[in-house]
C-alpha cells in the first residue's frame, strides 16, 4: 500500500506562481447532478481537527462535515502551548477571522524588548564558568514566538464551527472500508455506544493514540522516548517573587543536566506556563498522564541538581500531573493516506515538545488539507486528495519528529557531541536549530499537492 502510494511528483510548479483558487465548480453549494455532495468525518475535535473543520467549512461547500470526539464536550488539557511563526502564518491563511481572534489571546514575552527573541536560555544549575540563571544566549525569533492558553485557544475555534457539525461522547472503535460498484470506497465506522455510520472519506484527527492510524498504517505505534515532564500554571506575581521580573514576565528556557525547564507568559502575563522536563528509563504504565503531588516532583528534580529558584516554582503550581512522552520516531508511517482514510496531526506524526511546534504542524496540515479538499469535486476524487496530503506533508511532519527527539537531548546536555562549556557552538545550535521550522511556504506545498491532484499544471 505505502510503496505505490508514495509516489513522487516530478514536475513542480513554479515557486511564484499565483496562489490557489477553488478548484470546485458547479452550483453555489459546489455539487453539480453528476457529482453529489461528500460526506467526510473528521474523527477527533482537538487542534488539528477543529482548524481542518474551519477550513472546509469556509473554503469548501460541496462538502457535509461531521465531527465525532470522544469526549462529551470540547476540552484540551494541560496549559500553554508555544506556537511559531510558521503556525501563526497557517491560522491566518485558513482565515483571517481566526488569526485575529488568535492574537488575542495570545502571549509573547512581556517586555519588548524581549519580543524579537525566542527563549531567553539560561542555565538551571551550577556549572564550570555560570551560575544558575545565567544567561547563555537569546536567539532571535523574527516573527514572535506567542503562547496560548489551551482551552481559550479551542474556544475560539468552536465559535468558527457551527452547532450541529459536531457529535460528543462518540469514540470510533472500529474502521473499515467498503467498495462499491461504482468503485467508490465508503468508509464505516463503528463507535463506542454501539451505533454506527458511513461516510464517503475519513480524517483521522485523534491524537497520539490514534484509532484511525492503526487503519491507515497497522502496527505503527509510538514509543516511549525515555522523556517525561510535569506541566503547571503559576499566577505571574508569585512567579515573580521566585523568578524576579525578567525572568518571570519573558520566555526562558533553563538547561539543567539530563533535563530542562521551559517558562513562558499567557493570558495576557496573568500566568506563567511552566514545564520541567527530565528522562526515565522506561514507562511501565498503560496512562501516558498521571496525577503526582508536589512531595513526588520535588524529591525527582532535587536529586537532578535543580537550582533552589527552580524548585521553588514547584510548590506554586497546581493540578500537578506527569507526562509520559511518546513519538513516531522509532515507528514512522509509511503513508498518512490509505484510499479514503488518511491521517494527521498528532495521530500522524506524534513528537515530542522539545521544538514546541506539534500543534503548530497540526494547524499547517489542517490549511494544506483545507486547500487540497477544494479541489475535490467528486467522491472518488478524495482518494487522491488524500495521497497528494501525504505528498506534500509527510517530509516535513516526520523531520519534526526527528529534530525534536535531537532537541530534547540537546536541551538537556545530553547532546553526546556539544555539552555544557561549548557556549559559542551552542549559541551556533540555538540561532539556526529552529529556523527551518518557521521558514516554511505552505502556500507552495499547497500548489504542489494541487499538480499531484491533477488540478493544476506544473
Ligand atoms: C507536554 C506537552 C507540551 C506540548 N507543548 C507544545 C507547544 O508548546 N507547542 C506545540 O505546538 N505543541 C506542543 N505540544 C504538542 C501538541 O499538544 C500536539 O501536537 C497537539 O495538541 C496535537 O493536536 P491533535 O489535534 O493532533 O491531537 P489531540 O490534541 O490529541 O486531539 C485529539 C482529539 O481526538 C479525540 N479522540 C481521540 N481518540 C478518539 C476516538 N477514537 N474517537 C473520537 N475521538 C477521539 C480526543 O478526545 C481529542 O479531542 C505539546 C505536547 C505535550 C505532550
Known sequence: MSSQQDTNVTNLPDRTASSTTNGTTGTTNGTTEQNPRISLALVGGGIAGLCTAVSI???????????????????EIGAGVAIQPNAKKALALIDPVLRTAFDKISTNSLWPSKQEYWFDIRVGIDVEGKKAGDLVHSPKCPDGQVAVHRAKFLDELVKLVPEGICQFNKRVTEITEERGEDGDFKMHLKFKD????????????????????????????PTFTGKYCYRGVIPMHQAIEVLGEEKAMNNNIYMGKHGHVSSLPIEGGKYISVTFFGN????????????TDHLAMLADLTSKNWSPFILNLIPLTSHNTIYALFDQLDNPLPTYAHNHALVIGDAAHGGTPFQGSGAGMAIEDAYVLGEILKCVTARKDLRKAFLAFNQVRKERTQAQVRTGRE?????????????????E??????????????????EWAVRVGRVFMGVDEA
Open 57 to 75: 467549512i469556509k473554503h469548501s461547500p460541496q462538502i457535509d462535515l461531521t465531527i465525532y470526539e470522544s469526549c462529551a464536550s470540547f476540552r
Open 194 to 221: 454501539g451505533t454506527e455510520a458511513v461516510h464517503d472519506g475519513i480524517v483521522g484527527c485523534d491524537g497520539v493514540k490514534s484509532k484511525v492510524r492503526g487503519f491507515v498504517a497497522p502496527e505503527c505505534e
Open 280 to 291: 526515565r528509563p522506561s514507562w511501565p504504565y498503560t496512562d501516558w498522564i498521571l496525577p
Open 407 to 423: 532537541s530534547g537531548h540537546f536541551w538537556a546536555g545530553d547532546d553526546g557531541e556539544v555539552g555544557f562549556g561549548d557556549w
Open 425 to 442: 557552538i551552542m549559541r551556533g545550535y540555538m540561532d539556526t536549530r529552529m529556523r527551518w521550522i518557521w521558514d516554511v511556504d505552505l
